[in-house]
C-alpha cells in the first residue's frame, strides 16, 4: 500500500506518541543521565526541528509557538541559536508535557498545510521533511532506550509495558560465511533515489580482504559463558580502555543483567531488565546492552574479531545472513570515519552528522527499536565505545 | 482557640498538600541538585516517618503500605535500614505522585485512628508524634525552597505561585543596641513542656561579653552597596575558603538575584527571583539566600560582624528588635555544636540532629517559608557555610 | 641560659636546614597532595615571610633576591600580590634547590645585619621578627609530615631518619580527673609578654560547666579495640559527614597503620609507618594521624567525648594530666572560631588567622614535631575535620 | 659506516643520558600530568624493559638488580605483573636517580654480555632486543616532550637547553600534489627485514580514491591567521568534541604559545615557548603542539581537510614533498585501527600496540625529537585527538 506523504507524516507523528504512552508525566520530564534525554523532550525537540528547518523558512506566514522553545529544545545545532545546556534537560519540569502535546499539534497543523499541497513544494523542501521524518525516527528509538535507561534506575525496575511483545531468542546453529577479497562498492550516491542520510555518501570504491562472518548474533548463553570462564577479569581479552572502565565502573555483566543474588530481584538465577520488565535470561536471545570493549573482549575470547563496518555491508546482501536487522545493533571494527568524499548537508542541517566524526565506533544494522522502514544496509549508527544502554550487541567476524 | 491533637495533625497534613498544590506532578518529582529534594519524596518521606516511628511500633496490627518504601523514602536513618541514595530521588518517577497522595492517606487514616485516642497514649508516643509533626514541619519549608531552586534552574523563570504574598520591606532606621556583659542561659531545659529538638537541649549558663546587635535586617539596598563597591572582588573582606568559593563558581550576587542584563529577563535593573516570580529589586527588603561566607563578607565591609548565636538569643527577648522571626534565617558567627551536656535523643530519632554536628553554621530565627508556631529563640537551624538555597540572611552585630 | 636575638634566629634557620638534611633534592622537590607542600618550598617560603614583612619595609636599602619569588613562595596573602597556585607547588624543579639555599643564606645575611643592632629596632620590628620565627617554626612541624605523607606514597615506605628517636608509649594507667563548674580566663591578653599568635587573644572569661578529662592520650592498643570491634563498620558511632568519608575513601585505620597482610609490608601483625620507618605497632604508644571525624568515633565508642579547648586548656595547668604537649595534637569538640572581641593582626599579617575561621576544628598541645619552646597552653591549632596527615589524637572527656 | 649491534646498544642507551643531562635530578623526578612520566622513569623503564624482555629469559644466571622496580617501572604489560599507577610515577622520589643510573649501568653490562656473542642469539632474542632499542627510541622523544611540558608549568619558563639547534622555518611555497586513485599496497610484510612495530603489519592492499596533499606542513603564519579570524571562536569549523573541548579548556592557541601579553612573559608580540626556551613565533616555522581537534579545524577553515593515513603514506614516496619526517608529527583523519590481518606480537610484547587500538587518532611522520633512524613511511604514532603536548602539527589534503 502506498501512503501519500501526508499520511506517512500523520501516522510517524503518531508513533511517536504511542511510544510515549505508557509513560506518566513524570516518567516523561527526568533525566537519567547526560547521555540521556527525557521523553518530553524527544517531543518538543522532534517537534522544534519541523518548525525550525522546515516551518519558519518554507511556510509563509509561519508564527512560532512560543519564542523560548527556540532556545529550550534545540539539541546541538549551533547554527540555530544558543541551547539549553544537555544535562539540565531533565529540570525543564515547564513547559509541562501538556503545553509539549499542544505544541506537536500546533507545528503537525502546520505541516499538515504544507503537505496538503506537496506538489508545490519544492524538492529542497520535500528533501528537509524527508530528514526531519527520520530525525523523529531516530528520536523514536533513543526514547524507548532513554525511558528503559531512566526505569532501571528505579530499585523497583518497573517495566515500561508489561505486555510488549519482545523478540525471543530460536535456536540457529551458527556458519561461518566466507567472503573473498574484491573492491566492492560501498555506500551511497549523492542522488540516490529514496532517502539516505549524508554520512553514508558518497558511494565509493573499497579493497576488501577476505573474510569469514558469522550467520547470526552472538547470544546470551554465548556471553553468559564469557562471564563464566572469568572474562571481565582477565586483562588480557580488554582493550587497554575498556579494561581501565570495567575496573573503574564494577562492570561484571551486560548493563541490564540481574545477577542471581541481584537484592532488587534475587532470583537465584540471572535475569534481564528490559522494556517488557525483568525476564529470566533466554540463553538464545541475541546478547544486548554491551558497551564496544565489552563486544571486543567477547569476540577475542571466542578466538573471533568484530567485524569491519565494511565486511558487514558486503555480507548484508548475501542469503544466508540471520538478524541483519530488527534484533540489536552490532558493534563493528570502524571508528566513524568519513568516507572518501564526503560532503555534509548544506545549511542548518550541516550539523547533522559530519561534527561527530571522532571518536565513535560504527554500529550496523537495527535494533527491536528501531521503527520500520528506518533500516538500510548502508545505515551508520555511531556511539562511544563506553555507551551500553543502546540495544547494542555484535556478530562475530575472523580472517581467513 | 485550642486545637484538639487530630486536628493538629490533620490541618498539620493538609497544609504540606496545600503547599504542593501550586506544583505540577512534573515539579514534584524533579530534583533540581543533590542538596535538594522533589516535592513528591517530601510528602512521601514525611508519611514514611509517621508510618516507621509511630505506626509500626505503637499501632498494633498497623500493616506497612508498600514495604519497598522503607528503602525509598528513608532519608538519613542508619538503625532503620538501607536507603536510596540522595542524590537520585529525582530518579523516582515510580511511584507516581497519585500513589504517594494515596500513601498520605493511608498514613493519614491510621495516624488519626491512633489520635482518637489520644488519652490512651503514652507520653513517649506523644512525644514521637510531636517530633512527627515538627519534622513535617521543616519539611514544609525545605519543599518550599527545593522548589524554587527547581524553578530556577528554568531558564523561563516560572512562579512558584504569582498571587503570592510576600512579606514586603519597609523603611526602618537601623539602631544599634547594647547589651551588657553576663551570666545567662541559654537553651530548653530537657523536661520543659513544649516541643523543642533535643539539639536545643539542655538549659545551660555561659558568659557573654558586652555586644552591640541591630535592631533590623540588612537589606537588599545595602547589600547592593556592597556589591558597586566591589564587595565580591575584595579578598581581603572574605574569609579564605568564601574567597575560594566566589572565584570558583563564579558569584556576583544572592543566589537569586538577576542582573540588569541578564539574559533570563533583562529589564535594566536589578530583579530578584522568589516564590512569587521575578520581582523588582526591594531595597528595603532583607536581603536573602546568602552563604554564610557572604553573610560574613558583607559584616566586614560594613565594619561589624555576625552575631553569636548566644548574642543572638540574648537579643531575641528584647522588645526592641525587628524581624527576629518570619522573614529570613539569620546566619550567626557559630558553628553548630553540641551543647555542654547535650544527649541525643533515644532510639531510632537519635540520629535526628546529633551526627550532623560538625562543619556546619547556626542560623537563628526563623523564615518568610517556616510555618507558624515552628520558631522559637531556642530553636538552631545549622546549614553548611556555603548554602545559599535557604531563605538566609544577616543581622549585625559588633564588639563594644 | 639566654639567647641573643641574633643566636636564636641562626639556630632556628639552621634547624630547618637540620631537618630537611635527610631528605635528597628530589626528596624536596615533590608535592604528594594539594594539602602538602614541597620541603623545597617550606625552606623557600619562610625565608620570603622574612624578606616581604621584615627586610623590604624595614631594612633600608634591601634588594630582592629575586623577583620572581614574590610570585613563587606567597602562600596565601593576598595583600602581598597573585601567587603560584599551591597545588602546583610541586612542579617547580626551578629554582633548584640549591638556588633555594642561597635564597636562606642571603635572607640570613640581611637578617643578620639587622640583629646585630637590635637595640635600634622598633617593638614593632621585633615584633614580626617573633612571628617570622613562630612562623618558621610551623613549618618545621608542617616540613615533617609533609615529607612523611610524601614517603608513605612510595610503595618501598623508605625511613626519613632511620635512627630517629620517636617518643615510646609506655604504661600509664587512665584516670579521670574533675573539673568543678566555674567562670575562667582563657586565651591571651593582647598585651601578654612573650610571643602568641593573634587568634589567642583576647584573653576573656568563659562559663565552663564541671567535666571529667582523662590524665593521658589514648594509646595504639585501645584504637585497636575499637578497629577490632567493627569501629570502622558501625554507622552509629559516627558523625554523618565522617561516615561518607569512611566509606568513600576506604578507611579502615589510622592514616599510616598497615594491616597484618598489607602487601608493602606484610609481617602477620599490625604495623605503623612513620619518621623512622615501619616499626611493630606498639600498643602503649600514643595513636596517632587520626581525622577529627575517629577520634569522634572513639570517643563514643568509648562511651565518651572529645573535650572542648576550654576544657583542654583549664585541664592543661592542672598538674596529673599527662602528654599535653610533645606526642600528638588532641582534636577538640571545638570550631575554630574568633574568640570573643578578636581583632585580627594588622598589616600584611592581618591574614595569618583570621581568615581561616570557619569550617575547621581545633587542636590543642604540640606534637613530637613541635620544635621546642613553640608550645603554649593557649595555642590553638586548627585543621579540617578530614585531615588526617599530622600527628594528631585525642584525650577523652566526659559529662559528669 | 656499519655499527655493531653491540655499539648500537650503547650509542643508545648513551644517547638517552645525553638527552637527560640538561635536566636536574628535581626536573627528572617530578611529574607535571598524569600523561607525562618523569624523566627518571623514562630512564628506569626503558632498562626494566630490556630486564624483563631480554635478560630473565634469555641470560642464563642473571639477576635481577632490585625486586621493587619490578613493580615501580612496569608501565602497561599485565602479563608481567602488577604496577604503580600511573599518575603517580612522579611521586617515587626514591629510588634517587643515582641509582636509577646504576640500575641502567647493571642492565648495561648485562646486555653487552649478551651482545659480544651476537652470534649465539637467536633470531627471537635479536628481535626482542630490537624491540628493545626502538622502544628506548620512543621514550627518547617523550623524554623531552614531557620534560617540555613539566617546565612550560613553570612561570619562569626555563629552558631545556638554551643551546639547542632547533630546525627553523624556511620560504617553502605550498604545492598541492595530484594523486591518481588506484589500488595500492600498505604497511610491512610480516617477514621484511629490517624493524618495523606489528602495527605496520601486515603488508596489505587498499583502494585509494585520487587526493591531492600540500607539499608542505602548515606554518605558524598561517595558523596565526585562523587564530586572528576568530578561528577559536567559530562553531562551525570545529567537531563538536573539540569544541566542547576549547569552551571547557579555554584554548585560544596552540599548547606552547604566549599571546603578545602573556604575563609571564610579556613582548607584545606573539612568541613560543620549546626546548630553547621562549622564542618569537617564526611565521615560517610549522606550527607544532596541536591537537588533533585544531588540527581539524584549522584544515576546515582553510577549505581541505587533513590526509587519511593511507595518502599520506602513498604520497611519501614521492620526491616533491618535504618535511615529511624530522619536523612535527602530522595528524591524519584516520582512527588507530588494526590493519586487516593484524596479529598482534606474541609473548609478554602482545601488549604493545593492539590493546589501544580505539579512541586514538593515527599521526605520521616523525618530529625534530624523533631519534635518527626511527623514522619510516609506515610508522603509525597514535594518540589520543585532545592530546597537544606531542609535536604534532599538519599537513592539508584535499579531495579533487
Same mark, same amino acid.
Given at each position: 500500500?502506498?501512503l501519500s506523504?501526508?499520511?506517512?507524516?500523520?501516522?510517524?507523528?503518531?508513533?511517536?506518541?504511542?511510544?510515549a504512552?505508557?509513560?506518566?508525566?513524570?516518567?516523561?520530564?527526568?533525566?537519567?543521565?547526560?547521555?540521556?534525554?527525557p521523553?518530553?523532550?524527544?517531543?518538543?525537540?522532534t517537534?522544534?526541528?519541523?518548525e525550525?528547518?522546515?516551518?519558519?523558512?518554507?511556510l509563509?506566514?509561519?508564527?512560532?509557538?512560543?519564542?523560548?522553545?527556540?532556545?529550550?529544545?534545540?539539541s546541538?545545532?549551533?547554527?540555530?541559536?544558543a541551547?539549553?545546556p544537555?544535562?539540565?534537560?531533565g529540570?525543564?519540569?515547564?513547559p509541562?508535557?501538556?503545553?509539549?502535546l499542544a505544541?506537536?499539534?500546533?507545528?503537525?497543523?502546520?505541516?499538515q498545510?504544507l503537505l496538503?499541497?506537496?506538489? &508545490?513544494?519544492?524538492? *529542497? %523542501?520535500?528533501? $528537509?521533511?524527508?530528514?526531519?521524518?527520520?530525525?523523529e !525516527?531516530?528520536?523514536?528509538?533513543? /526514547?524507548?532506550?532513554?525511558?528503559?535507561?531512566?526505569?532501571?534506575?528505579n530499585?523497583?525496575?518497573?517495566?515500561?509495558?508489561?505486555?510488549?511483545?519482545?523478540?525471543k531468542?530460536y535456536?540457529?546453529t551458527?556458519?561461518?560465511?566466507?567472503f573473498?577479497?574484491?573492491?566492492?562498492?560501498?555506500?551511497?550516491?549523492?542522488?540516490?533515489?529514496?532517502?539516505?542520510?549524508?554520512?553514508?555518501?558518497?558511494?565509493?570504491?573499497?579493497f576488501?580482504?577476505?573474510?569469514?562472518?558469522a550467520?547470526?548474533?552472538?547470544?546470551?548463553?554465548?556471553?553468559?559463558a564469557?562471564?563464566?570462564?572469568?572474562g571481565?577479569?582477565?586483562?588480557e581479552l580488554?582493550?587497554?580502555?575498556g579494561?581501565?572502565q570495567?575496573?573503574?565502573?564494577?562492570?561484571?555483566?551486560?548493563?541490564y543483567?540481574?545477577?542471581?543474588?541481584?537484592?532488587r530481584a534475587? &532470583?537465584?538465577?540471572? *535475569? %534481564?531488565?528490559g $522494556?517488557?520488565?525483568?525476564?529470566a535470561?533466554?540463553? !538464545?536471545?541475541p546478547?544486548?546492552? /554491551?558497551?564496544?570493549?565489552e563486544?571486543s573482549?567477547?569476540?577475542?575470547?571466542?578466538?573471533?574479531?568484530l567485524?569491519?563496518?565494511f565486511?558487514?555491508?558486503?555480507?548484508?546482501?548475501?542469503?544466508?545472513?540471520h538478524?541483519?536487522?530488527?534484533?540489536?545493533?552490532?558493534?563493528?571494527?570502524?571508528a566513524?570515519?568519513p568516507?572518501?568524499?564526503?560532503v555534509?548537508?548544506?545549511?542548518?542541517?550541516?550539523?547533522?552528522?559530519?561534527?561527530?566524526?571522532?571518536g565513535?565506533?560504527v554500529?550496523?544494522?537495527?535494533?527491536l527499536?528501531?521503527p520500520?522502514?528506518?533500516?538500510?544496509?548502508?545505515?551508520?549508527?555511531?556511539?562511544?565505545?563506553?555507551?551500553r544502554?543502546?540495544?547494542?550487541?555484535?556478530?562475530?567476524?575472523?580472517?581467513?
Amino acid at each position: 500500500m502506498h501512503l501519500s506523504r501526508l499520511d506517512q507524516f500523520n501516522y510517524l507523528r503518531q508513533h511517536t506518541l504511542k511510544l510515549a504512552a505508557p509513560l506518566s508525566a513524570e516518567d516523561q520530564c527526568v533525566q537519567s543521565m547526560p547521555d540521556a534525554s527525557p521523553t518530553k523532550w524527544h517531543l518538543a525537540h522532534t517537534s522544534w526541528f519541523f518548525e525550525n528547518v522546515v516551518l519558519l523558512p518554507f511556510l509563509p506566514g509561519y508564527e512560532v509557538y512560543d519564542v523560548s522553545f527556540a532556545y529550550l529544545f534545540n539539541s546541538y545545532y549551533e547554527a540555530l541559536g544558543a541551547r539549553h545546556p544537555r544535562p539540565q534537560r531533565g529540570l525543564l519540569t515547564r513547559p509541562p508535557l501538556s503545553q509539549v502535546l499542544a505544541y506537536r499539534h500546533y507545528v503537525d497543523t502546520a505541516m499538515q498545510q504544507l503537505l496538503r499541497h506537496v506538489e &508545490a513544494l519544492s524538492p *529542497q %523542501v520535500l528533501a $528537509l521533511i524527508d530528514l526531519g521524518q527520520n530525525h523523529e !525516527q531516530q528520536h523514536q528509538e533513543l /526514547l524507548q532506550t532513554d525511558a528503559l535507561h531512566l526505569l532501571s534506575c528505579n530499585p523497583t525496575l518497573p517495566a515500561y509495558d508489561d505486555g510488549i511483545q519482545l523478540t525471543k531468542g530460536y535456536s540457529q546453529t551458527l556458519q561461518w560465511l566466507t567472503f573473498e577479497e574484491g573492491l566492492c562498492t560501498f555506500g551511497r550516491a549523492v542522488d540516490e533515489t529514496g532517502f539516505g542520510f549524508d554520512n553514508e555518501t558518497p558511494a565509493h570504491q573499497r579493497f576488501v580482504q577476505s573474510f569469514q562472518i558469522a550467520n547470526r548474533l552472538v547470544n546470551c548463553g554465548e556471553y553468559l559463558a564469557f562471564i563464566q570462564d572469568d572474562g571481565y577479569e582477565r586483562a588480557e581479552l580488554w582493550l587497554s580502555e575498556g579494561r581501565a572502565q570495567v575496573l573503574n565502573d564494577g562492570w561484571q555483566s551486560p548493563l541490564y543483567w540481574l545477577a542471581p543474588n541481584d537484592p532488587r530481584a534475587a &532470583a537465584g538465577q540471572w *535475569q %534481564v531488565f528490559g $522494556l517488557g520488565g525483568v525476564k529470566a535470561l533466554d540463553p !538464545q536471545a541475541p546478547v544486548s546492552n /554491551l558497551s564496544f570493549y565489552e563486544a571486543s573482549a567477547f569476540a577475542e575470547w571466542a578466538g573471533a574479531r568484530l567485524p569491519t563496518e565494511f565486511e558487514w555491508e558486503v555480507a548484508s546482501q548475501h542469503p544466508g545472513m540471520h538478524d541483519m536487522h530488527g534484533q540489536v545493533w552490532q558493534w563493528t571494527r570502524s571508528a566513524y570515519e568519513p568516507y572518501p568524499g564526503f560532503v555534509p548537508a548544506s545549511g542548518a542541517v550541516r550539523e547533522y552528522n559530519g561534527k561527530f566524526m571522532v571518536g565513535q565506533q560504527v554500529l550496523r544494522g537495527s535494533s527491536l527499536a528501531t521503527p520500520v522502514h528506518h533500516s538500510r544496509h548502508t545505515y551508520r549508527n555511531f556511539f562511544p565505545a563506553s555507551a551500553r544502554w543502546q540495544f547494542s550487541g555484535l556478530r562475530l567476524a575472523k580472517d581467513i
